[in-house]
């Protein structure tokens, strides 16, 4: 499921007054931008409406939204964990979020709020696979036990994505509309920052976080996946 990218990173210290570390940053794409994919919908517009945009890559301003970064290293394994529910919806034939993280050992719930049926179809490896005819007002819980980046699909409709990230632990974040993450409350020590978008690819970087906050700037300038426009 990872990817290798060429990137660009800045790592910038800045004065805090907190004593927990903050880690901060932006991601940007300055690549060439591949032409939007609008897909017809067919017999099910009725439902999903007759075109749905894909959105495997969103910019503002080159600023890329839903990048998934979290922590690697030998010190962060002692990092805390605090699983929790999180919810992955069907809604207007769209998988919502598109990009889902959780720490492993999160129960993920899969809601759909369509008045017709999906079929919900995960490739994973380290975790147990899922692949169910999804029924109106169904709903399906699963633990997650070990990290891993997982694609889904829906085999009745062919331009619905998603993808779960499953992270070691729960210091982990995905950027905002406007390319920006923040991972609060990082004990100080040294870590490898990993970043990891479904067209951009997965980049590490490693980092030693203090009493300050830690600004990490990240430039993507090309495409990990070779994307075929049909």
């Not at 004065?15 to 932006?26: C, D, F, L, Q, V």
């Not at 017809?40 to 839903?66: A, M, P, R």
């Not at 990048?67 to 990092?79: M, S």
């Not at 406007?178 to 409350?185: D, R």
Request: charged share 20%.
């Amino acid at each position: 499921m990872f990817k290798t990218i060429f990137a660009t990173f800045s790592l910038l210290i800045l004065a805090s007054p907190m004593h927990a570390a903050t880690i901060k940053g932006e991601i940007k794409y300055l690549g060439k931008v591949p032409s939007p994919v609008t897909h017809k919908t067919g017999k099910f517009k009725k439902v999903c409406g007759s075109e749905i945009l894909e959105e495997s890559l969103i910019l503002q301003n080159q600023k890329v939204k839903n990048v998934v970064v979290w922590l690697e290293g030998k010190q962060a394994k002692k990092l805390k964990n605090k699983p929790g529910t999180y919810t992955l919806d069907q809604k207007k034939c769209a998988y919502s979020p598109r990009i889902l993280a959780m720490p492993q050992g999160s129960v993920l719930k899969i809601l759909t709020s369509d008045p017709i049926n999906h079929n919900i179809h995960t490739y994973s490896f380290e975790n147990d696979p899922i692949n169910i005819m999804f029924l109106p007002n169904q709903d399906y819980t699963q633990e997650m036990e070990e990290p891993e980046v997982i694609k889904v699909s829906c085999d009745l409709h062919s331009w619905m994505e998603a993808y779960i990230v499953v992270t070691p632990h729960s210091y982990f974040a995905v950027t905002q509309s406007n390319g920006t993450f923040e991972i609060p409350n990082v004990p100080p020590g040294k870590y490898t920052l990993k970043v990891w978008h479904e067209l951009l690819g997965e980049e590490s970087r490693k980092i030693e976080v203090g009493k300050n906050v830690t600004q990490v700037n990240l430039n993507f300038t090309e495409l990990a996946t070779q994307i075929t426009r049909k």
